[in-house]
C-alpha cells in the first residue's frame, strides 16, 4: 500500500483531562512486571510514558472482578475499538480510492474482525502479558481469540492515551495495512462455514448438515474427523483438535469444491 499522510487535525489527549484515567486508579506494577512492559514495548516497537496505563491494558475483567480492583481493559477496548476503525477507514479511503462503499466496509469487516485482531495479538504475544483471573485461566482464557482482540483494542487505547493519535496511527497502520493487502490478494481469514451456509441457501434452499465420524487420542488431545452432506454430497472427512475446527476444515473442502464446479 501507498504511504499515507498523517491527518493534520488530531485530537491530543493530553490537552484532555476527561480521557485519561487519575493515577490512583491505575494497577501500578512492580519492578518484575515493569521489565516484562519494557521488553514488549521494545519487541513492538512502541513507546510508553506510564507503563502503568500500558499494564492497565492487558488486565482482563476476571482478574478485577476476583481482586476487587475498580479498574480493567474493558474502557480502554472501547476506546481503541473507536480508534482502530477510524485509522482502518483512513486507510482504505486514502488507498482504495476506486472502490465504492460497499467494497471498502466489507474489507473493513474482516480486517477489524475478531480472528484478524486475535491473531495479529498473538504475533504481538500478547497472550504471555494477559493478566486474568484464576477461573479464565484455567479455562483457556489466553487462548480465547475475544480477549486476544479486546486487548489488542484496549492497547490502541492506551496509545493514544499516553501518546497520541499520530502514534496509534502509525502502530495500527503497521499491521492493518498487511492485513488489508491480504484481503485484496485473497489471503485472509476466510469463515468457511459462513460460506457453506449461505451458498447452499441460494443454491440448495437447505443448510449443510455435520456429522462426527470419529474421535480419537486421550482427554487432553483429542482428535476429531467431521463430515459435511450438501444437497445429498458428502465432503471429507475433515480432520481437527476439537470439533469446530474440523467442522471448519470440512466446510472449506465442501465450499472449494462446490465453487468449483460450478465455474466448469
Not at 486421550?218 to 481437527?240: C, L, N, T
Request: one cysteine or more; a positive charge.
Amino acid at each position: 500500500m501507498k504511504p499515507l499522510r498523517m491527518p493534520t487535525s488530531t485530537l491530543n489527549p493530553s490537552k484532555s483531562k476527561s480521557l485519561a484515567l487519575a493515577p490512583d486508579l491505575l494497577p501500578v506494577p512492580d519492578s518484575a512486571r515493569k521489565k516484562v512492559l519494557t521488553a514488549f514495548c521494545k519487541t513492538a516497537d512502541i513507546r510508553f510514558k506510564n507503563l502503568g496505563l500500558l499494564n492497565l491494558s492487558f488486565v482482563h475483567r476476571s482478574a478485577s472482578n476476583e481482586s476487587n480492583q475498580k479498574t480493567n481493559n474493558e474502557r480502554l477496548e472501547f476506546l481503541g475499538d473507536a480508534i482502530l476503525g477510524a485509522i482502518t477507514v483512513h486507510l482504505l479511503y486514502e488507498n482504495l480510492d476506486r472502490r465504492p462503499e460497499g467494497d471498502l466496509a466489507k474489507i473493513k469487516s474482516v480486517v477489524v474482525s475478531e480472528d484478524v485482531l486475535s491473531g495479529v495479538a498473538r504475533e504481538l504475544q500478547i497472550d504471555n502479558l494477559l493478566i486474568l483471573g484464576r477461573g479464565e485461566e484455567l479455562s483457556g482464557g489466553r487462548t480465547k481469540k475475544a480477549i486476544l482482540a479486546d486487548a489488542l483494542e484496549a492497547l490502541i487505547g492506551a496509545i493514544y492515551l499516553d501518546s497520541g493519535y499520530k502514534s496509534a496511527f502509525e502502530f495500527v497502520s503497521r499491521f492493518i495495512s498487511i492485513e488489508i493487502d491480504r484481503v485484496l490478494e485473497n489471503r485472509h481469514y476466510r469463515d468457511y462455514k459462513s460460506l457453506l451456509q449461505e451458498y447452499c441457501q441460494r443454491v440448495f434452499r437447505k443448510y449443510p448438515d455435520y456429522t462426527l465420524i470419529n474421535r480419537s487420542g486421550p482427554e487432553h488431545s483429542r482428535i476429531f474427523w467431521m463430515e459435511v452432506k450438501v444437497d445429498g454430497q458428502s465432503y471429507g472427512p475433515a480432520v481437527g483438535r476439537n470439533k469446530k475446527s474440523a467442522e471448519r476444515e470440512a466446510a472449506r473442502l465442501a465450499y472449494e469444491a462446490l465453487v468449483e464446479s460450478r465455474s466448469l
